[in-house]
């Protein structure tokens, strides 16, 4: 008797145990791929109601590309945002950035009633990694570690790897700030989109533009927000607008923890340069696109140590979040704000408002 009493007791301990083995996934940690796309299916399973994987393409060394869609299912059309970490190898700091950032709106989804209309006429689209041949190769070694373009050859008669992915899309495209060197890091490929990759981002986003406001694509270093174009030949149409709420984001990041982010186009903050997603994304209709540099400005550059990962994050969320809550506020508060301007027109018809007593 008192044996198998024993025994219940060590069984139950053991299940126990089993209940609470499992490893919390640590936001402040750069994790290698596997353990990303781990996380992503976790996260998927955790949050049934709001997350989807969707696999959207292939890597030159056919590797699933697939991203977190994020929002709630109201059988209504709905707007979209979209973020990409990690089209660059080298930038660890971005895909952290991802996983953050994809943590916080679930978080704020359960507690904070402004994401949760958000979540209702929005889906985020994030893709935690989007250069996953050239990530996987960072880790590899330490000789690796600063590789920043993605895994396809050269052409042939060029012994050298790699199309930097973020000068491949259709736009301008081979015209400034690239380099046709296929042993250059800024190689722009053989043509316009040639890279699976790139592709898959070009199909996936432009068989739905008219769903996306905001096209955000995240780098390190240097603390900027580059909006559109990187030609200086070419203005965004709604460039007034794109550096005020750019400002406000660097604004919204400087409240977090007092770091500078200095906002622009890419030729008058950075450089020049032609076929970026950002300004693919813009000449394909979506207003809000731009590029985060996170931190820093140069001490520790690609290399970004651990301890800086939840600064760099939290600022980041502050700054991602003013750009992505004007876009939705502009359109699906339009008809309020039409409503009150009308109102004070009819409030200064009559002389009711203050500034007739002057
Ligand atoms: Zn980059």
């Not at 996260?43 to 393409?57: I, L």
């Not at 979540?119 to 690796?144: C, E, Q, R, S």
């Not at 984001?249 to 020049?272: E, W």
């Not at 076929?275 to 994304?281: K, L, M, V």
Request: glycine content about 8%.
């Amino acid at each position: 008797m008192l044996s198998s009493v024993l025994s219940l007791v060590v069984l139950l301990s053991a299940t126990g145990a089993a209940a609470v083995e499992r490893v919390e996934h640590d936001y402040y940690k750069y994790h290698p791929m596997p353990e990303i796309t781990d996380w992503m299916a976790q996260v998927e399973k955790d949050h049934p109601d709001v997350v989807t994987v969707v696999e959207y393409g292939q890597t030159y060394e056919k590797r699933t590309i697939s991203l977190l869609k994020i929002g709630l299912n109201t059988g209504e059309e709905k707007k979209a945002i979209w973020m990409d970490c990690g089209i660059h190898a080298r930038e660890w700091i971005a895909p952290a950035f991802c996983q953050y950032f994809v943590r916080q709106i679930l978080q704020a989804h359960k507690t904070d009633p402004k994401m949760q209309e958000m979540l209702k006429n929005l889906d985020f689209y994030v893709t935690p990694v989007l250069n996953m041949d050239g990530y996987i190769y960072t880790w590899k070694d330490n000789g690796t570690r600063l590789w920043r373009k993605n895994r396809s050859p050269g052409p042939s008669g060029c012994n050298c790897t790699g199309v930097d992915l973020n000068r491949n899309f259709n736009a301008t495209w081979g015209t400034i700030g690239v380099s046709f060197d296929c042993c250059s890091n800024i190689y722009c490929g053989r043509q316009a989109a040639s890279e699976p990759e790139a592709q898959a981002v070009t199909y996936f986003v432009g068989s739905r533009k008219e769903a996306f406001l905001c096209f955000l694509t995240i780098h390190s270093y240097g603390q900027l927000l580059l909006l559109p174009y990187g030609h200086p030949n070419f203005t965004a149409s709604n460039y007034n607008e794109l550096m005020e709420v750019g400002l406000g984001a660097a604004d919204a990041i400087r409240r977090v923890h007092g770091m500078n982010y200095t906002v622009g186009t890419s030729p008058a903050v950075l450089y020049p340069n032609s076929g970026s997603s950002r300004d693919w994304a813009r000449m394909l209709g979506i207003p809000f696109s731009y590029t985060f540099e996170l931190r820093d400005k140069g001490t520790f550059g690609f290399e970004l140590p651990e301890d800086q990962i939840q600064p760099a994050c939290e600022e980041a969320y502050s700054g991602a979040l003013h750009i992505i809550t004007y876009a939705h506020d502009k359109t699906f508060s339009g008809a309020v704000a039409t409503a009150a301007a009308t109102l004070w027109t009819m409030l200064l018809a009559v002389g009711v408002t203050g500034n007739t007593l002057m």
